[in-house]
């Protein structure tokens, strides 16, 4: 399901806090914008209005909300459901209305929630319906280390290469890999922008903006590489990276996040607007005890555990931990399998030649297995040689 975008229009810090924290819990990719405009002045598909403190300006903004935009979704909430309050919020142009009762631990709040998650599911369907027959929904992947070296970046990588190259459709791999990502290093490319370039440009963030920003590998593939501070994403820069991620979807039909091995604020951005979360695990006990931490986290999050698939690397027959029960262990099934390689991976690498590109192996022909099965493509199933007939005898 392509990434629905909300906003919450409030003075309330916590009430903003605690309704992106409800609008997450739908289990849908959603992302969280600000209220300010975009490039290409495109609107959020939903928008929360709090009405509880001052309901008339929340009726003016309403109004405002509508006339800008009137296939937005917009739900208004008040500290209670009086007749008067719903009539005129619907009036102003809202398609719901919700009496504000957060925490989840009685009987009204926990049906005001699945009513609240009931309506954002069908704003959801209903934005699927309207682009039915438009262009093709962007789709993100994220890939997240269950420790360093377990492979990530070289997974992420590999895998945005061959869908570049299979689909033949607009494709990029942003590096969020806090501390110096590796993603440019791995294909051999020196980008002149980082994804701090793009963030501190939102403001004229558009189409023709964003290829200035990118640096293109021969795959096809576009790269948005990754900082060169240390310090830098951080939290403060969590906000930019939604609208980033906003911006892309509205380019390129596959996003590729490599998101390094740590959960922190922006890359949990990440996690709540990809449509699947790869979790990239070694069969070893360090790995497989982190990688329960990353699950445990996700759930307490409400990321969507759903989306979460685990993909075995380094694999090979000389290893201690059985698949089954690694799978026992994460309460997850072992989504795909990589071997361990590392001639051939380290070759790879050092040349900035993906494995697809640099020839035949059986490592490149699992990422090629792993991408036809990540976009639902069937298996290609050789037909044994026919013997040729002489004389039309066999």
Request: glycine share 8%; net charge neutral; hydrophobic share 40%.
């Amino acid at each position: 399901m392509a990434q629905l975008t909300a906003q919450i229009v409030s003075h309330d810090e916590e009430f903003k806090r605690q309704a992106a924290q409800l609008l997450r819990a739908c289990g849908i990719p959603i992302g969280i914008v600000e209220g300010r405009g975009s490039a290409d002045g495109s609107h959020p598909d939903l928008t929360v209005v709090d009405l509880r403190h001052d309901a008339s300006s929340g009726m003016a903004a309403i109004e405002r909300l509508r006339a800008g935009a009137a296939a937005m979704s917009i739900f208004a909430i008040a500290q209670n459901a009086e007749p008067d309050l719903i009539l005129g919020a619907m009036r102003a142009g809202a398609n719901e209305f919700f009496p504000w009762v957060p925490g989840g631990q009685t009987q009204q709040s926990r049906s005001m929630e699945e009513s609240f998650h009931g309506a954002v599911r069908k704003t959801a369907m209903r934005r699927e319906a309207l682009s039915a027959g438009a262009r093709q929904p962007c789709v993100t992947h994220v890939f997240l280390g269950a420790k360093g070296g377990a492979g990530t970046t070289t997974v992420a990588v590999n895998c945005a290469v061959e869908i570049a190259r299979v689909t033949r459709r607009p494709t990029i791999i942003v590096d969020l890999k806090p501390c110096l990502g590796e993603v440019a290093l791995f294909l051999g490319v020196r980008p002149r922008f980082t994804v701090l370039d793009a963030i501190e440009s939102l403001h004229r963030l558009d189409k023709d903006f964003l290829k200035e920003l990118v640096s293109k590998h021969k795959s096809g593939l576009d790269i948005l590489a990754g900082s060169e501070q240390f310090d830098r994403p951080n939290a403060q820069d969590t906000g930019a990276i939604e609208e980033l991620l906003r911006v892309l979807g509205r380019t390129y039909e596959h996003i590729i996040i490599d998101a390094g091995n740590t959960i922190n604020s922006f890359v949990v951005a990440t996690l709540y607007t990809a449509d699947t979360v790869f979790l990239i695990a070694n069969p070893d006990v360090p790995s497989i005890r982190n990688a329960q931490r990353l699950v445990d986290r996700a759930r307490q999050l409400g990321a969507g555990t759903e989306r979460i698939k685990v993909l075995l690397n380094r694999t090979s027959d000389q290893n201690l931990i059985a698949p089954k029960q690694i799978e026992t262990a994460l309460g997850y099934g072992i989504y795909h399998q990589f071997v361990s390689d590392y001639r051939t991976v380290s070759t790879a690498l050092n040349s900035g030649v993906p494995l697809g590109i640099a020839g035949q192996s059986e490592l490149a022909a699992q990422f090629a297995s792993f991408t036809r099965q990540l976009l639902g493509q069937q298996e290609e199933v050789k037909e044994p040689e026919r013997r040729r007939a002489f004389l039309g005898i066999l």
